[in-house]
C-alpha cells in the first residue's frame, strides 16, 4: 500500500507505478465516490473505449419499471 500526502492546495500525486499499472494520462478526469471516510478514485474512460462493453448482453434479460409489479 503507497500512501500520498494532500498539498496545501488539496492536491494529490498518483504515484507513478499506479499511473503506468492504470494507463492514466495527464488531464484524465475522475469520478469521486465517498463511502463514510473512505473516498474512491474512479477513472472516467471515454465512450470509445466502452465500446464493445456490452457485447453479447440480452436486452430480454433485464426487466423494466412496468414489469417490477
Do not use: C, N, W
Not at 11 to 35: C, D, N, S, W, Y
Not at 37 to 64: C, F, H, N, T
Request: glycine share 6%; no cysteine; net charge positive.
Amino acid at each position: 500500500m503507497t500512501s500520498v500526502t494532500l498539498s496545501s492546495k488539496f492536491q494529490l500525486v498518483i504515484p507513478k507505478a499506479v499511473r503506468e499499472q492504470l494507463h492514466l494520462q495527464a488531464g484524465q478526469r475522475f469520478t469521486v465516490i465517498t463511502k463514510g471516510d473512505v473516498i474512491e478514485l474512479v477513472p472516467m474512460r471515454d465512450i470509445a473505449s466502452a465500446r464493445g462493453m456490452l457485447k453479447g448482453a440480452d436486452p430480454q434479460d433485464y426487466r423494466d419499471r412496468r414489469d417490477r409489479d
